[in-house]
T-cell receptor, first 113, second 113 residues
Framework: KAGVTQTPRYLIKTRGQQVTLSCSPISGHRSVSWYQQTPGQGLQFLFEYFSETQRNKGNFPGRFSGRQFSNSRSEMNVSTLELGDSALYLC????????????FGPGTRLTVL | DAKTTQPTSMDCAEGRAANLPCNHSTISGNEYVYWYRQIHSQGPQYIIHGLKNNETNEMASLIITEDRKSSTLILPHATLRDTAVYYCIVRVANRGGADGLTFGKGTHLIIQP
């Protein structure tokens, strides 16, 4: 069974631009969660989508948004990029039930100049 | 979610058992203990989880004390590839979904040849 895939793997943007990251979950998984990882703040939860609906949300500004499609693939968008948005963005998929066993992708490394 | 405390770093000789402790003295009765690890530059990887009984899978064993206030993750025969940051996470498993995991600083386990 193929794992979680994320595209692109690396991205360089400048301040003020916007960016869209993509995540394809494991086949059969209906839940997709997004995390941001920085050296200073560690791994932080952004939001989770289940059956095309945002079900949970972390403490990030509205510049961070996402969506999920009917095939469970998910995209994350960051508008008006700031230098502090430079990070590894990780996507995790799961069945979305009580077990909470999440499978992470390799991440997208975003650099904002 | 209950707070966890882990040592910042640990060393272990290759081939020996690596025992990683985690303190979760404020754990509630319906909270599970989860372990994930993150190898450098990769996404986190699920290892194991448990409620109150000891658990074992192909990767590791999880020993939870009778009062559930602490636990130990055991890698029975550590290899160099087990060098990673190990995260102990405590959370409710029956929230009806895979909402955000709260990652702390974790323990940086270094396997020495």
């Amino acid at each position: 069974k193929a794992g979680v895939t994320q595209t692109p793997r690396y991205l360089i943007k400048t301040r003020g631009q916007q960016v869209t990251l993509s995540c394809s979950p494991i086949s059969g998984h209906r839940s997709v969660s997004w995390y941001q990882q920085t050296p200073g703040q560690g791994l932080q939860f952004l939001f989770e989508y289940f059956s095309e609906t945002q079900r949970n949300k972390g403490n990030f500004p509205g510049r961070f948004s996402g969506r999920q499609f009917s095939n469970s693939r998910s995209e994350m968008n960051v508008s008006t990029l700031e230098l502090g948005d430079s990070a590894l963005y990780l996507c995790a998929s799961s069945l979305g039930d009580y077990r909470n066993e999440q499978f992470f992708g390799p991440g997208t490394r975003l650099t904002v100049l | 979610d209950a707070k966890t405390t882990q040592p910042t770093s640990m060393d272990c000789a290759e081939g020996r058992a690596a025992n990683l402790p985690c303190n979760h003295s404020t754990i509630s009765g319906n909270e599970y203990v989860y372990w994930y690890r993150q190898i450098h530059s990769q996404g986190p990887q699920y290892i194991i989880h448990g409620l109150k009984n000891n658990e074992t899978n192909e990767m590791a064993s999880l020993i939870i004390t009778e009062d559930r206030k602490s636990s130990t993750l055991i890698l029975p025969h550590a290899t160099l590839r087990d060098t990673a940051v190990y995260y102990c996470i405590v959370r409710v498993a029956n929230r009806g979904g895979a909402d955000g995991l709260t990652f702390g600083k974790g323990t940086h386990l270094i396997i020495q040849p």
